[in-house]
C-alpha cells in the first residue's frame, strides 16, 4: 500500500466482479475507505474479507434505490460507475427492449449516481468521478456490438458534460475505455461463440493477449487520485493496441 488515496471515500457499482471489482479492492490497497455494490449482494459481500469498508446490493437501475443509498452512504471523495452490459447484435438483432435496457444499464445508472452524489462532492469542495465506456463505439466500431457501442458513445459524452459543467467548482470527471479485458462477462461472452471463442477474442488484441481487470484499476486509481489533479473530460483508451 502507497496510501495514494489515504483519507478518501470511495463509492462502486459492479463491485462483485470484473472491473468494478478490481478497482474496489485497489481503492482500497492504496487506503480509501471503500463502499462496494453490486445486484448481486453475496458476490459483493465477499469483499469485506479484502478490507472493503461497506458492502450492500444496490440495482443501479432503481432511482429511489440509488437516491437512498448515495443518502446512507453520505459524502465520498470517488464515484465509480462500473456497472453495464454487452448487447450481442446488429440493429436487426435490436429490439427496443434491449434497446432501452441497455441504455438504462449503461448510460442512465451513470445519470443517476452522479446526480444522487455530485452535491455531496460540491459541498464538499470537490471530488473524482470515473466512468467505464469502452473503446467500441468511442474509437472503434466492433461488429455486432450495435446498441453497445451506442451506450458506450454516450457514456464518453456525458463525461465530457460534466466535466466542463463543473470544471471550476472542483470537479473531475473522466472515462476508462478498455479494450478486450478477461473478466466473467468476457469469458461468458467467449463460451457463448463456441470453440475458439476465447482465442477468437485473443486475435483481434495486438498485443496476443487479453487485458486483466487489475490493469484497468491501476489507471481508474490514477484518475481517482490526486495525482491527476489536471485532468479532466478525458476517455482514456487502454486497449492493448486494439484501436491503432
Not at 462500473?82 to 441504455?103: N, Q, R
Not at 468521478?129 to 461488429?143: F, L, M, W
Request: charged share 20%.
Amino acid at each position: 500500500m502507497s496510501d495514494r488515496l489515504k483519507g478518501k471515500r470511495a463509492f462502486v457499482t459492479a463491485g462483485a466482479v470484473g472491473i468494478g471489482r478490481a478497482c474496489a479492492l485497489a481503492f482500497a490497497r492504496e487506503g480509501a475507505t471503500v463502499f462496494a455494490t453490486d445486484i448481486d449482494e453475496k458476490g459483493v459481500a465477499l469483499l469485506t474479507k479484502d478490507g472493503i469498508a461497506e458492502t450492500a446490493k444496490l440495482d443501479v437501475r432503481d432511482t429511489a434505490a440509488v437516491n437512498a443509498m448515495a443518502k446512507r452512504v453520505g459524502t465520498v471523495d470517488i464515484l465509480l460507475n462500473a456497472a453495464g452490459f454487452v448487447h450481442h447484435g446488429t440493429v436487426l438483432e435490436c429490439s427496443e427492449d434491449d434497446w432501452d435496457f441497455s441504455f438504462d444499464l449503461n448510460v442512465k445508472s451513470m445519470h443517476r449516481t452522479i446526480r444522487a452524489f455530485l452535491p455531496g462532492m460540491l459541498d464538499n469542495g470537490g471530488g473524482s468521478i470515473v466512468n467505464i465506456s469502452s473503446a467500441a463505439g468511442v474509437y472503434k466500431a466492433a461488429p455486432n456490438r450495435y446498441v453497445y457501442s451506442a451506450t458506450k458513445a454516450a457514456v464518453a459524452a456525458l463525461t465530457r458534460s460534466v466535466a466542463i459543467d463543473f470544471i471550476g467548482k472542483g470537479i473531475r470527471c473522466n472515462a476508462i475505455c478498455p479494450g478486450t479485458i478477461e473478466t466473467p462477462s468476457m469469458l461468458g461472452r467467449a463460451a457463448a461463440a463456441g470453440p475458439g471463442g476465447r482465442d477468437m477474442f485473443i486475435a483481434r488484441q495486438p498485443m496476443g493477449r487479453l487485458g486483466t481487470a487489475e490493469e484497468i484499476a491501476s489507471l481508474v486509481v490514477y484518475l481517482a487520485s490526486d495525482e491527476s489533479a489536471f485532468t479532466t473530460g478525458v476517455a482514456y483508451i487502454i486497449d492493448g493496441g486494439w484501436t491503432l
